[in-house]
């Protein structure tokens, strides 16, 4: 009777399967590979794996996140040292004196005892609390490996950040230059009364409002700069980075996989699945304080005197042991016990919930993702085009316009769109970039269950189950 109970309390967690669909919508004709660990060396930035190394190490969220796991780990140790007999040693020691009329007398009792005690964990009780916190341990090693890989994804998106804006910093010192020379165009045909002040004064406000935008990138720039300095463990002052241009990086090309496999590659959903595990063990042990419970307790060693009881002594030194039971069972405690229950419970549906959750996010990020890669691969010709043609139209109108031909409204009006049409196609670069670091991290960033997990659980469930 007892083993069938025990072995029902130990029913394993029922993880409720959500339906998947069997494709990503945004997905095309299946290339590239998925991402491994190494996802971020696939840019070919030697810079950026040195970060991403320095990250790992020195990352103060990552640190604080290995801190918890450690301390899970702890709290899994003790639940497990719940299922095996406790031992103790004591040493007493009682100096007894008295004096009266009828004389005076004295008395040194001792003892020098082991004692152990055991819960005999009919219910399971014990081994579901271990179980409970075990799944709390590797929910905790999930939750690193989750705060890890968005600390990668954030290095590489700043370091691709300061890339671009150094990028930008450079068309815009271009176009600084562009405005100063055609400045300079109208000042002579203004000396030589062939244009309007009026020409001076609006070209004039147009190097101006270029150095304000230079200005204004050199100081985005310092702040994406110190903010990856953050990421890094690293103190703003003095950190450098060298930096290439973005056209020297290469664009890695990312399978999405199934969206099935995400359930067993995503460090997030794994983290929801073991708080959902360890929840349904809360529920077995709330459950199971509603039985009773029987502990063994007995102690041995030598003492004086030998027996000390009411009715009966043995003076003298000599062995002395001692064996006990005590069995426990609650009768009435104001329904304190089901609210506990209902309590966990409520807490295992809150965390199927969150599971669920957990996996619709991971699909929505991934769709995400290839969806912005897709539209932009679809922009780029236009973004080339774009550039090409701003570029044609600008150098027209200024030879035009210096020949005495042209129409200086048609000239600003084509510097203003060849500049635009730079400083778009960076951060269209960098969009793709940022997109392909969005899709390496919404499929996990080839994370697999940690080995350290698994031997701690194996570990840990054979020293408790003799």
Request: charged share 20%.
């Amino acid at each position: 009777m007892f083993a069938l109970v025990a072995s029902c309390a130990m029913q394993p967690a029922a993880i409720v399967p959500q339906n998947v669909p069997s494709v990503f919508d945004a997905t095309g004709e299946p290339v590239g590979s998925l991402p491994t660990p190494d996802w971020y060396r696939t840019f070919s930035s030697p810079e950026l794996n040195a970060l991403v190394d320095i990250a790992s190490s020195s990352n103060l969220d990552i640190a604080a996140a290995s801190a918890r796991v450690a301390q899970a780990d702890a709290r899994a140790r003790q639940a497990g040292a719940a299922l095996l007999p406790s031992l103790d040693a004591a040493g007493n020691a009682n100096f007894l004196a008295g004096h009266s009329s009828q004389g005076s007398g004295h008395e040194l009792d001792w003892s020098g005892m082991l004692s152990a005690s055991y819960e005999i964990d009919f219910w399971g009780k014990n081994r579901a609390t271990r179980d409970s916190v075990l799944h709390l341990a590797g929910a905790s090693r999930a939750d690193r490996d989750t705060v890890t890989l968005t600390t990668l994804a954030g290095v590489a998106n700043g370091y691709f950040s300061v890339l671009a804006l150094r990028d930008r910093l450079a068309l815009a010192q271009s176009n600084q230059e562009a405005a100063k020379q055609l400045l300079d165009v109208i000042d002579a045909r203004l000396a030589a009364g062939a244009a309007a002040p009026v020409e001076q004064a609006t070209q004039r406000s147009v190097y101006d409002a270029a150095q304000i935008t230079r200005l204004g990138l050199q100081q985005m720039e310092s702040d994406a700069r110190t903010s990856l300095a953050l990421l890094l463990g690293r103190e703003p002052e003095q950190f450098v980075v060298r930096g290439q241009p973005l056209d020297a990086l290469t664009e890695p090309v990312i399978a999405a996989g199934l969206p099935s496999d995400l359930l067993t590659r995503r460090p997030d959903i794994a983290r929801a699945e073991e708080n959902l595990r360890a929840s349904h063990a809360d529920v077995l042990v709330a459950r199971d304080a509603m039985f009773p419970s029987l502990t063994l307790t007995g102690s041995a060693g030598v003492q004086n005197p030998a027996l000390q009881a009411a009715v009966l002594t043995i003076g003298g030194a000599g062995p002395s042991f001692s064996l006990g039971a005590n069995l426990v069972h609650p009768i009435f405690d104001h329904g304190r016990l089901r609210a506990q229950r209902d309590e966990a419970q409520a807490k295992e549906r809150e965390l199927l919930s969150a599971y669920r959750a957990a996996i619709l996010a991971a699909l929505v990020d991934v769709e995400h993702a290839l969806s912005s890669i897709r539209r932009l691969e679809d922009a780029r010709q236009f973004q080339l085009d774009n550039i090409a043609q701003s570029t044609k139209a600008f150098e027209g109108a200024k030879l035009r316009y210096q020949s005495g031909a042209g129409d200086f409204l048609l000239v600003l009006e084509a510097q203003r769109s060849l500049f635009s049409a730079r400083d778009q196609f960076v951060q269209y670069k960098l969009g793709r970039l940022q997109a392909l670091v969005s899709l390496a991290k919404a499929l996990g960033g080839g994370w697999t269950q940690h080995p350290e997990s698994e031997a701690a659980t194996a570990t840990l469930h054979r020293t408790t189950n003799p």
